[in-house]
């Protein structure tokens, strides 16, 4: 019986936790349960807001919202990339009369713009409209911008004498691997597992915070973090270059308890595994 005002431990252990009930709601509706808080500022105006952006967490005991999504898109990726046993052959759609005039649009107006800047003239106004056609090309659905691109930096780690030599093929553009036949007609791809982990830092107790924080290396765990991304891009790309074609993976890149990053990844093909430990070598070469 419940008299006003007076409840037993009971009862009140048994009324459920209002942060449960959020939790459950959040995952029932397929929404991230860490969401990450971030402000934007927008330069222009100097307006603030506060934006939340799912966590991406691929476990599901951690946020299951955001493993389900994650879960789903691999399966999409892997129909449609790994699995697939011909060159998919993307022809663009052809351009719409709206894009086409679009585009002529800005090429008039480009024209306009340099006989006044030639004539020393101030462009100011036709460089707002430039802009403004740019983005409309863009919402259009057109890719790409209509200006040639900048010459892109080309940083060659060509000539460096601490980096390994690996032997390149000139890269194809496909990106299917080879298929093998057995005696017994079966096909198959070979494919190779490999994890790529950095070094310790030094000792981490049980939540992963430095057991030893005077002898933790910091600074490498830091420059780690920061340059994993690109240190795994260079591996890909010898990888590539090594196979001599565009060859397509699967990885998951995982922290450690330690922290350290860590990333498994599933190359088709049969790449030899004292190959992979010489592109390895030569990728932290080259960023080393
Ligand atoms: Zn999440």
Redo the contacts with the bound molecule.
Sequence with gaps: MVTAGRTTRAQRMAAPLARTVVRDLAAEHGA????VQLRRTEIDTGHVEQVLI????TLAS??P???ERARILRAAQCREGWHLDHEPVIDPDPATEDQRALVTDRAETQEARDLLASAGVDTGDLDEQIGELDEAITDSGLRGRVLPARPRRHRSTRRRQDAAPLPRRPVSSRTVGRTYFAPDGKMFRPSLFVTLTCPSYGRVGEDGAPADPDTYDYTRAARDALHFAALFDRFIQNLRRFTGYDLQYFAAIEPQRRLAPHVHHLPPDLVAINRGRQIRRRASAQLG
């Design positions: 991230c349960l860490r969401p799912p966590c991406g967490h951690v946020c919202s955001c493993a």
